[in-house]
């Protein structure tokens, strides 16, 4: 977003000048600050027409930005997100992984998440701070080293199930 300043001619007005006691003519002048070059997004319309054509990380992104209260949280267990918003939950659970990894969201307890209220915060600049200095008091997420280890099992896990889904794949071509 850019702003430009806009300069709009009034008119003229007399005003006395404050050193002579004289009454001057002055030509008066108004100047606004103007936004251009951003638009605007009305978001839950936005967030139905994406629905539509993502994927059910997507649905529950949007799931989760419909669900905040007004702290920027998300007072939910995974079970329940899993359940309120129709998305398996090792989807939530992956999701939620990848979210975190992304500072997209922070752990605050055992059941509350809060969202980065730099990617998206609905209310008073002034309470956008304080939700700031909360978000950034809040753990941020560090893997384990177990943590990483199922995560590249699950990985070659997937790549193993493409490798023996393509071998099919050429055997049955030939």
């Known amino acids: 977003m850019q702003t430009q300043k806009k300069i709009k001619v009034i008119g003229t007005q007399e005003y006395i000048n404050a050193s002579t006691g004289e009454l001057v003519e002055m030509q008066v002048t108004d100047i ?3 936004d251009f070059n951003f638009h605007k997004l009305w ?3 936005f967030i139905a027409t994406l629905d539509i054509i993502g994927n059910q990380k997507t649905k529950l992104c949007f799931w989760i930005i419909d669900h905040l209260d ?3 949280k998300l007072c939910f267990t995974q079970r329940q997100i899993a359940d309120m918003s129709g998305v398996g939950i090792k989807t939530v659970n992956l999701t939620m992984q990848i979210l975190t990894k ?5 752990k605050v307890n055992q059941s509350v998440m809060m969202i980065n209220p730099n990617i998206i915060y609905k209310g008073r600049r002034q309470s956008r701070v304080n939700m700031l200095n909360i978000y950034h008091d809040a753990t941020p997420y560090s893997t384990s080293d177990e943590q990483k ?5 699950a990985v070659a896990e997937r790549i193993q199930q493409q490798i023996i889904f393509l071998s099919q794949k050429l055997k049955k071509e030939v």
């Not at 280890?149 to 099992?153: F, N, Q, R, T, V």
């Open 43 to 45: 978001l839950r319309n």
């Open 70 to 72: 007004r702290e920027n």
């Open 149 to 153: 280890l199922e995560e590249l099992k």
């Open 102 to 106: 992304a500072d997209f969201l922070r």
């Open 32 to 34: 606004e600050e103007r």
